[in-house]
């Protein structure tokens, strides 16, 4: 009865770490809007983004001031800019607007398939660090309108909400039920060899939802403005890259495990048979 028990525990610890690795990740990295800024602020060392980026400074001075040739005037220093640090860490907060884009229901009066990206902040700082003859300022709000006909505004707060509960009831779903495969087992060295099995299955299924990840937003993005689209792209690029990296680690710690739990076993049964 014992092995039993310890035998369907053991499927559901590794099912429940199968659940757990992507889940998790997915509440960290996409759910949670720091993780989500954190890991799409490397998309701005991307040379399409600065160039997109810059031009649309360039662009949005131009419109906004009466300098004759002030974009043309902008755009080389807009480049300096988006090619600096302080681009990096401005990009965090397009990333938060597109989490809140993404995740907040929308208002009333909003499109729920055009995504406005308030980029004033960034066009004052590149302005500053630009050190024109004439000091420019932008007040008024300036928008960068990324058409998105595959998503809506909001689509994602019930799927965040589901992933976040998920995750965390999966994980400590899946250390109860290794601790008492543990406890009630004959044989625990092949118990810890089947949860580093698991392991290793999470890792190949957090694999499969990264690859899943790209393909769903180069087709939802199909349709958006190149150099937007670019941006979305290279966003989802990095974000799937740290589910890969998740799943690389996954996969080294399942392979530890079953490898100690093997050990474990044939180190037992010497025993044994020496008694």
């Known amino acids: 009865m014992r092995s039993v028990l310890s035998g369907l525990f053991t499927i559901v610890a590794m099912i429940a770490v199968v659940v757990a690795v992507p889940t998790m990740w997915g509440s960290q990295k996409v759910v949670s809007a720091d993780g989500f800024a954190a890991s799409a602020a490397q998309a701005a060392r991307d040379q399409q983004v600065q160039d997109y980026f810059a031009s649309t400074i360039a662009s949005s001075v131009a419109e906004q001031t009466s300098i004759p040739l002030a974009g043309d005037a902008v755009k080389p220093l807009a480049q300096a800019y988006t090619r600096s640090d302080a681009f990096a860490t401005a990009f965090e907060e397009i990333a938060r607007q597109q989490h809140d884009w993404l995740f907040t229901a929308p208002g009333p009066d909003t499109d729920a398939h055009v995504m406005d990206l308030n980029i004033t902040p960034m066009i004052n700082e590149a302005v500053a660090s630009a050190s024109l003859p004439v000091p420019v300022h932008i007040d008024t709000p300036i928008y960068v309108a990324i058409d998105q006909h595959r998503l809506s505004a909001g689509s994602l707060e019930s799927t965040g909400d589901l992933v976040k509960t998920v995750s965390w009831i999966a994980v400590i779903v899946a250390v ?23 392991g290793m299955l999470a890792a190949a299924v957090a694999f499969g939802v990264a690859q899943y990840i790209r393909t769903l937003v180069d087709d939802r993005a199909a349709d958006t403005e190149e150099a937007a689209r670019r941006t979305v792209e290279v966003v989802a690029d990095d974000i799937s890259g740290s589910l890969i990296t998740w799943a690389v680690i996954a996969v080294i710690v399942g392979a530890l495990v079953t490898v100690a739990g093997i050990l474990f076993r044939i180190v037992g049964g010497g025993r044994r048979r020496a008694v």
């Not at 060295?189 to 089947?194: D, I, M, R, S």
């Open 176 to 198: 109860v039920a290794a601790i008492l495969a543990l406890a009630l087992a004959n044989r625990r060295g092949t118990v810890l060899a089947w949860l580093g099995v698991g």
